[in-house]
């Protein structure tokens, strides 16, 4: 069973970058599509981007040129760049696997989470 740990969230200011990661602590995330989700007060998770077992990767259209999604099979890691940083884009941030090698989409129905990571972009 994958178990995933986020890390790397944290404030910044509009215009700055982060770099979350996810680390799985479970079995291997080959076989798996992985992707990143983001969550707002109030609101469901949103898929923001996802990558598939063979580094084919899925944005959301309005984060397309400022995020890159990343997965390390070989170290069981998932990465999210995000650039250029909105206030917009303050949210809980979730890592998220899904059985299968192929997403299909940002929004991929993940069969496991991790307990997400709170990113703070401040105007």
């Known amino acids: 069973q994958v178990q995933l740990v986020e890390s790397g969230g944290g404030s910044v200011k509009a215009g700055g970058s982060l770099r979350l990661s996810c680390v799985n602590y479970g079995s291997t995330i080959n076989g798996h599509c992985m992707g990143w989700f983001r969550q707002y007060p109030g609101k469901t998770r949103e898929g923001v981007a996802a990558i598939d077992e063979d580094g084919y990767t899925h944005y959301a259209d309005s984060l397309k040129g400022r995020f890159t999604i990343s997965r390390d099979n070989a170290q069981d890691t998932l990465s999210l760049q995000m650039n250029r940083l909105k206030f917009e884009d303050t949210a809980m941030y979730y890592c998220?696997?899904?059985?299968?090698?192929?997403?299909?989409?940002?929004?991929?129905?993940?069969?496991?989470w991790g307990q997400g990571t709170q990113v703070t972009v401040s105007s």
């Open positions: 998220a696997a899904r059985r299968g090698g192929y997403c299909g989409g940002v929004d991929h129905s993940p069969d496991y």
